[in-house]
């Protein structure tokens, strides 16, 4: 496959395949993809550590064909012992990019572990492996959706990038303002790391509408209402999410995002036809 140059640098999420079939099919979205020449792909860690050795397996496995690879790793319902065997076996397969997250309690949990935030964790990783690491943590744009407060989670933030982080990535969003208004108070408030936004193409309106219901991330209602319009006209609804999503990603190139990071749900071709477009000369 040619070589695909964006504007700016990209990356990848995936969640670990649960079957055979499922990591086959993988290695040929991350051989796809590759075109890009992205920065890394990274893969998601389940509730309470749920997925570790899927997660850890896949990270592998993109990593010995030849990519950046960045693991999740979340510390909800951790301790500290157990953090460090998951990075001294992340740091014995040549893994050094990590997703710090608070994470989620697995269904029925009740302890949450020895680490009650992201900002913990990134302060135990630097304390006990030095800059061994490069870590991203997670922002929110729209505020998360278990904070009430707007200004609490910004400071919670703030928080997490003082505690040692070198990056951030948003949770994804439509509405472009909302990023550009979050990085300017994040500066103000002295964050200076590069804070990435997270861009989910619209594989399944439906599914995606769930998920933004769920985070408390607004659809701008002329969008839903087209797509609510097209009814099954699945090729309609692709050409349109594709429109929609570009122009967002074009929006924040021009407003100085450092890099875009896609959330492929295992599926190459959206974010791969969406990067295609971006590397069109104007």
Known sequence: MNEIRTPIPVSFEFFPPNTPVGSEKLRGVVAELAATKPEFFSVTYGAGGSTREKTLSTVSEIAAMG??????????????????????????????????????LPSGTATAGEFRYAADLVRFIRETEANHWHIEVAAYPEVHPQQRYAKRDLQHFADKVGAGADAAITQFFFNADAYFHFVAEARALGVTVPIVPGIMPFHNYARIAQFAQRDGIEIPRWVAMK???????????RAFGLDVVTQLCERLIAGGAPSIHFYTLNQSALALDICKRLARPV
């Open 227 to 237: 797509m609510e319009g097209f009814m099954d006209d699945a090729a309609s609804i």
């Open 67 to 104: 990519h950046e690879a960045a693991a999740h790793l979340s510390c909800i319902g951790a301790t500290r012992e157990s953090i460090r065997e998951i990075l001294a076996t992340y740091r014995e397969r040549g893994i050094r990019r990590l997703v710090a997250l608070r994470g989620d």
